[in-house]
Nanobody, 126 residues
């Protein structure tokens, strides 16, 4: 069974930075493409970023483009989300998700992912 655990969230001031981590266990990380989503209120999840299995393709939501960088270290079974120039509207629970299917056209769709972590809270104060 694949398990994903997010870490690195916290309270940060406007303009600050955080680096989130998503550690995968149960299978080797290079089996999966990884997506980052965030949840503000209710169950709806908003796409943030995606990285392919080998890390050669990335995609970002317009709302974070230029401020967020997704990367992966398959040897450490960990995917990172570096977030800079944080804004109050970035406040959310951030979740990582894994998909064994390669389909960049569906990377922004939460239904594309099979496994999810529990999330880590990011709060940006003004």
């Amino acid at each position: 069974q694949v398990q994903l655990v997010e870490s690195g969230g916290g309270l940060v001031q406007v303009g600050g930075s955080l680096r989130l981590s998503c550690t995968v266990s149960g299978r080797t990380l290079n089996t999966y493409a990884i997506g980052w989503f965030r949840r503000v209120q209710g169950p709806e999840r908003e796409f943030v970023a995606h990285i392919s299995r080998r890390g050669d393709y990335t995609k970002y939501a317009d709302s974070v483009e230029g401020r967020v960088t997704v990367s992966r270290d398959n040897d450490k079974n960990t995917v990172y989300l570096q977030m800079d120039s944080l804004k109050p509207e970035d406040t959310a629970v951030y979740l990582c998700a894994a998909s064994a299917v390669t389909d960049t056209a569906r990377a922004t769709n939460s239904l594309f992912y099979n496994y999810w972590g529990q999330g880590t809270q990011v709060t940006v104060s003004s």
